[in-house]
């Protein structure tokens, strides 16, 4: 069965840092896995996914990730975050038809100025 | 702007009684979702509806019943609910069904219905 480890429940930066959000999953087949973003009091939005292809995946926001087959791996990472970017972030995996997103626990991150 | 449309945003109930969350999309999504989310928590899902048909139930408790009118329309039905039952519910659409070869998983969200029962 498949399953995503989120590393951190909680990340604090400065505004400008670099961000690095851990994310590690198991699974016995290729995986589709997706980076979701939810500020508060709101609903889950899409930042990237990785299906096929290119490891480096960019997303919105300036937000890339990349899929490390060796390392089971999707971290996230952006090099200068903004206040705005404050927000909790879902890590997920789905690895065949008939099944549903499995998320992580999610990490907050908190970009104080 | 989200493309899936939930209502209402805020909802109290009393344990006993009756009521109803909504969802609607347009983007002619095949696959829709009832997800339950409790603070600081992951997402988790409910029910899924594939071509308007049932096709996931996680063992949910049948005081919530979940309806399919059509393929943009999904309905959660609320009924004798409990106070541990608070949480916000999101309501996700695919573009293809869950059982589909080439489902990729990806899901659109909506902005959710937070519900307090007292």
């Known amino acids: 069965a498949q399953s995503v480890t989120q590393l951190g429940s909680h990340v604090s930066v400065s505004e400008g840092a670099l961000v690095l959000l851990r994310c590690n999953y198991s699974?016995?087949?290729?995986?589709?896995l997706f980076w979701y973003v939810q500020y508060p009091n709101q609903g889950l939005q899409l930042l990237l996914k990785?299906?096929?292809?290119?490891?480096l995946v960019k997303g919105i926001n300036g937000f890339e990730a990349e899929f490390n087959k060796s390392q089971t791996s999707f971290h996230l990472r952006k090099p200068s975050v903004h206040i705005s970017d404050t927000a909790e972030y879902f890590c997920?995996?789905?690895?065949?038809?008939?099944?549903?997103?499995?998320f992580g626990k999610g990490t907050t991150l908190s970009v104080s100025s | 702007d989200t493309e899936v449309t939930q209502t209402p945003k805020h909802l109290v109930m009393g344990m006993t009684n009756k009521k109803s969350l909504k969802c609607e999309q347009h983007?002619?999504?095949?696959?829709m979702y009832w997800y339950k989310q409790k603070a600081k928590k992951p997402p988790e899902l409910m029910f899924v509806y594939s071509y308007e048909k049932l096709s996931i139930n996680e063992s949910v408790p049948s005081r919530f019943s979940p309806e399919c009118p059509n393929s943009s329309l999904l309905n959660l039905h609320l009924h004798a609910l409990q106070p541990e039952d608070s949480a916000l519910y999101l309501c996700?659409?695919?573009?293809?069904?869950?059982?589909?070869?080439?489902?990729?998983?990806?899901?659109?969200f909506g902005e959710g219905s937070r519900l307090t029962v007292l």
């Open positions: 983007m002619g999504h095949r696959a």
């Open positions: 699974s016995s087949v290729p995986p589709y």
């Open positions: 996700a659409s695919s573009q293809e069904a869950a059982l589909e070869a080439r489902h990729t998983g990806e899901l659109f």
């Open positions: 997920a995996v789905s690895v065949r038809a008939g099944t549903a997103l499995i």
């Open positions: 990785y299906t096929t292809g290119a490891t």
